[in-house]
């Protein structure tokens, strides 16, 4: 089953609320809306990390911040979602301590720096490195201007197979793929 990670803009309610000034975000609300149907009938599997939930937890917006709570939580969670990095713990002069996990959201650090060092802007380095880390097939953005233009290229050969779509593009290629006829089995 193909695992096709969510970023921060691929929410509905992050596409929904352009859709009366925007065609394209209507596009591409068409086409999420057959990708959460896909993903509701098992077809597909869409995944999204505590990175989003970060980024959603700043709208300033109280509705707006629980659509977007709503929408983050319809998807499954990415199997590796954080790393524990070690322990730190504090004793005091009676013999108890508390202990606290030391946790990084992110699983590789040098694969996120060096999205960084490639030009990356932080939470689109942090998001890419949690679809890569985790063997997502597919990484769902809107992100033109900062992503697909600039670095799909670069990232679908660095690190193949994994591809960098549109909403819009992913449903026409799922489309064609179902449309091609099979050959017969030999």
């Not at 992050?14 to 596009?27: F, G, L, P, T």
């Not at 977007?68 to 013999?95: K, S, V």
């Not at 942090?126 to 890569?132: C, E, F, G, S, Y």
Request: glycine fraction near 4%; include cysteine.
């Amino acid at each position: 089953m193909t695992q096709i990670y969510c970023d921060t803009d691929t929410l509905w309610n992050n596409i929904e609320r352009h859709v009366h000034n925007d065609e394209k975000s209507a596009r591409e609300l068409s086409a999420l809306q057959r990708l959460i149907s896909d993903h509701k009938a098992g077809r597909c599997k869409l995944v999204r990390s505590r990175v989003a939930l970060r980024e959603l937890d700043r709208t300033k917006n109280q509705e707006h911040k629980n659509k977007l709570r709503a929408d983050y939580e319809a998807l499954e969670q990415i199997p590796r979602d954080e790393r524990l990095c070690g322990f730190h713990t504090n004793y005091d002069q009676f013999g108890g301590f508390i202990t606290n996990p030391i946790v990084s959201d992110l699983q590789d650090d040098n694969l996120y720096k060096q999205l960084l060092e490639r030009g990356f802007r932080d939470k689109d380095a942090q998001h890419l490195t949690q679809a890569i880390c985790n063997n997502c097939e597919v990484f769902l953005t809107r992100d033109e201007r900062t992503i697909v233009g600039p670095h799909r290229e670069w990232l679908e050969k660095q690190f193949s197979p994994l591809k960098v779509r549109l909403p819009s593009e992913l449903v026409t290629e799922i489309t064609e793929r179902v449309k091609e006829p099979r050959s017969p089995a030999t």
